[in-house]
T-cell receptor
Framework: SAVISQKPSRDICQRGTSLTIQCQVD?????MFWYRQQPGQSLTLIAT?????????ESGFVIDKFPISRPNLTFSTLTVSNMSPEDSSIYLC??????????FGQGTRLTVV | GENVEQHPSTLSVQEGDSAVIKCTYS??????FPWYKQELGKRPQLIID?????GEKKDQRIAVTLNKTAKHFSLHITETQPEDSAVYFC????????????FGTGTSLTVIP
């Protein structure tokens, strides 16, 4: 398994501002993933973050809106830029271990007002 | 890309009864199928998984079955307890995607004492 620390756990932000979410893993992992989970909904993959290269974004998500950094094999950040109320959601980071199992951070509950 | 469908969206059972949740997937190349339990306000937790070379896997009261021909897999919970109440998500992971997961829409399970 992997221990994932994500922060902040929650935040209330003004529209038009940006929030950076941090994800720290207790072991080195090749890929980290960022998901969005809207209230009562399933998990939607935003992007895959590889160390040493640009993140790969899923359809409907763009780098200008959700820039991602991956400076090393244990850390990643996701920024939600120029926020609007529609960005209110839970954002989760995830890693996959050698057994193929995915483990999640505790999530960041974002409210944009 | 992979498309995972999950049924039912809500399920209520009496304590002690069994619960079954079903998922279908579209990509016949998918080879890893985990199930996650998410309690309110918490992160998804892996409860059981199965690989495409196995037809069934059990872990105490939880079992998963896989039918590769029909492209569906199911979660079975026996002797349900109130603490089993949660949202359950199935997922599928195709090869060559860097361990990306495609999640079902979730099943809200309520176990009535």
């Amino acid at each position: 398994s992997a221990v994932i620390s994500q922060k902040p756990s929650r935040d209330i932000c003004q529209r038009g501002t940006s929030l950076t979410i941090q994800c720290q893993v207790d072991s080195q992992v090749t890929m980290m993933f960022w998901y969005r989970q809207q209230p009562g909904q399933s998990l939607t993959l935003i992007a895959t973050a590889n160390q040493g290269s640009e993140a790969t974004y899923e359809s409907g998500f763009v780098i200008d809106k959700f820039p991602i950094s991956r400076p090393n094999l244990t850390f990643s950040t996701l920024t939600v830029s120029n926020m609007s109320p529609e960005d209110s959601s839970i954002y989760l980071c995830s890693v996959v271990t050698g057994s193929s199992a995915a483990f999640f951070g505790q999530g960041t509950r974002l409210t944009v007002v | 890309g992979e498309n995972v469908e999950q049924h039912p969206s809500t399920l209520s059972v009496q304590e002690g009864d069994s619960a079954v949740i079903k998922c279908t997937y579209s990509d016949s190349a998918s080879n890893y199928f985990p199930w996650y339990k998410q309690e309110l306000g918490k992160r998804p937790q892996l409860i059981i998984d199965i690989r495409s070379n196995v037809g069934e896997k059990k872990d105490q009261r939880i079992a998963v079955t896989l039918n590769k021909t029909a492209k569906h897999f199911s979660l079975h919970i026996t002797e349900t307890q109130p603490e089993d109440s949660a949202v359950y998500f199935c997922a599928a992971s195709p090869p060559g995607t860097g361990n990306q997961f495609y999640f079902g829409t979730g099943t809200s399970l309520t176990v009535i004492p």
